[in-house]
């Protein structure tokens, strides 16, 4: 008997194929692993992509693109699966796992039918096979698109209630007014026909009832053919709230319209940096009201523990309550240790997590995979916390020392926007916070 063959058992269905022709998970897992036990190999384990179409490619199933990975690391002498079409249903994807196999001197083998890849006869074999297979599955797709069309063509609405535009439900396949949401649509296109902005009329709508869609709702609303009895493009194929020519007239006023295009000013851009790693911190609005500050290493790149969200308004008010009072320049008190402290601090966390990380991998918790992508992490976090400067706190100038003694609160507050960022560019040159608002580093 021969131990040495290392098997993977490979099981796959798609959600539709299971109801119509009962090829359940637990079938193919209980004929594969009688195979492997009657013919005395080792089972390295099961990859089962349940409810996956056999024509997504590799990357796009879960179980495959795993099994793939074990191939590679050596893993596996040979693929098992019940019937050719639960391997692949496409030339071009079977094409780049086949690629795969032959480069790690993997095979594979169909236990209920005649396929395998051991000799040259097996692979012709399977490369005709598969091409019929994808014939198939193509014929089959544009059966559907021709069913689908023709019931398109005859004003049936494929999609569903839940995808029904608001205003309609779905009867009999076909779009219908819906009574209860149908006065509130009405109210609405009055509103914006009678020349109303259209932030007006929607408002009108919403204070009455506040039950109507939201405001980027609405503004889809107003636009879709749906409303004047078009739909997928043949007109009279669903009811209508408005005549063709209104819904010409709204589109003709909409692609007049310009975009709205905010200017926002950041006061701080360039200025302020991260406590941890230094770097400078990122732009950010809230609802176009609030404009805030973070660390794009801690929050997209994650090589800084750094989360602090930093709103602008506060950080103005922390600056201006040090820095305008008459008599007392609160920047000689910043002590430039206090930076090295933090990251030494930093430091000494990264490592921390590096030695647990590794008693987690030892004790067999996670996989090689996992712990290569998060020591890596914590590497590069670990060299960023070391690396960063001490920055030394510069000396106040005599003439921004002058300066800073009046009374600049008062004509800072009869600044704009734009002549107050201008005010921070000329006095500061960069500086630091913690989530409380209070200053670290000031220069």
Not at 339 to 361: C, F, G
Not at 362 to 382: F, P, S, V, W
């Amino acid at each position: 008997m021969d131990y040495t063959i290392r098997v993977a058992c490979y099981e796959r269905v798609s959600t539709e194929e299971q109801s119509k022709h009962g090829l359940s998970i637990d079938a193919q897992i209980a004929a594969l692993g009688r195979w492997v036990t009657d013919q005395h190999h080792i089972l390295v384990g099961h990859y089962t992509d349940s409810g996956v179409s056999g024509g997504k490619p590799i990357d796009k199933r879960p179980a495959m693109w795993r099994l793939l990975q074990d191939i590679q690391a050596g893993l596996v002498d040979l693929v098992i699966f019940t019937k050719l079409d639960r391997w692949f249903r496409s030339l071009k994807n079977y094409y780049k796992a086949q690629e795969i196999l032959d480069s790690s001197h993997c095979a594979w083998q169909a236990i209920d039918e005649d396929y395998e890849t051991l000799t040259a006869s097996g692979r012709f074999k399977v490369n005709i096979m598969l091409s019929v297979a994808q014939q198939e599955r193509e014929r089959t797709s544009e059966r559907i698109k021709v069913i689908f069309d023709h019931k398109r063509a005859k004003g049936e609405f494929c999609t569903g209630q839940s995808a029904a535009p608001y205003g309609y439900i779905v009867q009999d396949k076909h779009l219908a007014i819906d009574p209860a949401t149908a006065p509130l649509v009405r109210e609405a296109f009055q509103n914006v026909l009678s020349g109303m902005a259209m932030g007006s009329a929607y408002t009108a709508v919403k204070l009455a009832h506040p039950e109507f869609v939201s405001r980027a709702t609405f503004l889809r609303m107003v636009y879709k053919p749906f409303y004047a009895g078009v739909m997928n493009g043949i007109p009279n194929t669903c009811p209508a709230y408005i005549t063709m020519e209104q819904h010409q007239s709204l589109m003709a006023l909409h692609s007049t319209r310009s975009p709205r295009r905010i200017e926002r000013i950041y006061l701080f851009s360039g200025l302020i940096h991260c406590p941890v790693c230094g770097g400078k911190l990122t732009m950010q609005s809230c609802r176009d009201t609030w404009l805030y500050y973070y660390c794009r290493r801690a929050k997209k790149d994650y090589t800084c523990n750094w989360m602090g969200h930093l709103r602008e308004d506060r950080i103005e008010r922390a600056l201006t309550a040090a820095l305008f009072q008459p008599g007392e320049i609160v920047v000689d008190s910043v002590k430039p240790s206090q930076t090295a402290e933090k990251h030494a601090q930093t430091a000494s966390e990264i490592e921390r997590k590096m030695k647990r990380l590794a008693e987690t991998y030892t004790d067999g918790l996670i996989d090689r995979d996992t712990y290569k992508a998060k020591l890596a992490t914590l590497t590069e976090q670990l060299e960023t916390a070391r690396e960063a400067p001490s920055r030394p706190v510069e000396p106040v100038s005599d003439r921004v020392r002058e300066f800073l003694q009046g009374d600049v609160q008062t004509v800072y507050d009869r600044l704009e926007k734009r002549e107050k960022r201008a005010f921070w560019l000329k006095v500061l040159h960069s500086f630091s916070l913690d989530k409380d608002y209070n200053i670290i580093e000031l220069r």
